[in-house]
């Protein structure tokens, strides 16, 4: 163990992550007011991991057995489901990127073509529904699923109204900066070449998968306007 002094400042929240034996697992299947809400908010996440490739969640177009406990159940007045423990990992190797986004164009179309009801034409869609039946022995059921997409659908829409290069490249300038004056004030254990990960943050890569969804732009906004859905932001502490 290094003898250093370390302090670690986090965000309170009350709840849990979805492996603590203090979730409950049937809010996803019971006709509650949150029902919508948390399964949106997870539908919505997912968008984002795509982009991000951040593959150590759910394993939507990744082949691994996912983890359940980077998702947080907020119980507090807002009641929403929060992302924790992100991160990017940009494929750069030009076939297995080109492999990669192929996925995500896949996932597009599926969620475009599903109307709701029936799943099982929609191979992704339908990899979801039967992950938390293993998972929790609880089967969210059409409706689920319908309330799984709606919140992919208002996530595409979200990408594609706030994210460009531009606003993208000013973020990670903004974090390398302070990553920088942080490193600059450290004794031991800094990372100066990695730059604690955003080294491999890629802007190029995460452009690459947004351009997947800027290209359904019309279509995105037709399922918008045909399901009523409303432009929702990110549960405010997301981590």
């Not at 452009?207 to 929702?232: F, G, H, N």
Request: a negative charge; glycine letters at 6%.
């Amino acid at each position: 163990m290094i003898q250093i002094p370390i302090m670690t400042l986090m965000e309170f929240c009350p709840g849990c992550d979805f492996y603590s034996e203090n979730f409950d697992a049937s809010v996803f299947v019971k006709d509650s007011p949150y029902r919508r809400q948390y399964l949106s908010d997870i539908g919505r996440i997912l968008i984002y991991d795509v982009i991000l490739n951040n593959w150590d969640r759910l394993p939507l177009v990744w082949d691994n057995e996912g983890n359940l406990g980077n998702f947080f159940w907020c119980k507090n007045e807002n009641q929403r489901i929060m992302a924790i423990d992100n991160t990017t990992t940009a494929i750069m190797l030009p076939t297995a990127k080109q492999k990669y986004l192929e996925k995500v164009q896949s996932l597009v179309e599926q969620i475009l073509k599903y109307n709701g009801g029936d799943a099982t034409a929609f191979p992704l869609l339908q990899k979801m529904r039967q992950y938390f039946i293993d998972q929790f022995d609880q089967d969210m059921g059409e409706t689920g699923v319908k309330f799984l997409v709606e919140g992919m659908v208002v996530g595409i829409h979200n990408v594609i109204e706030g994210v460009t290069r531009d606003k993208l490249q000013a973020c990670v300038d903004q974090y390398k900066t302070e990553v920088d004056t942080v490193i600059a004030s450290m004794t031991h254990g800094a990372d100066k070449q990695g730059k604690y990960g955003l080294s491999k943050v890629s802007v190029d890569f995460i452009m690459d998968c947004v351009d997947v969804y800027q290209r359904s732009s019309d279509a995105i906004a037709t399922k918008m306007k045909e399901w009523d859905l409303k432009p929702t932001p990110a549960p405010e502490g997301s981590k």
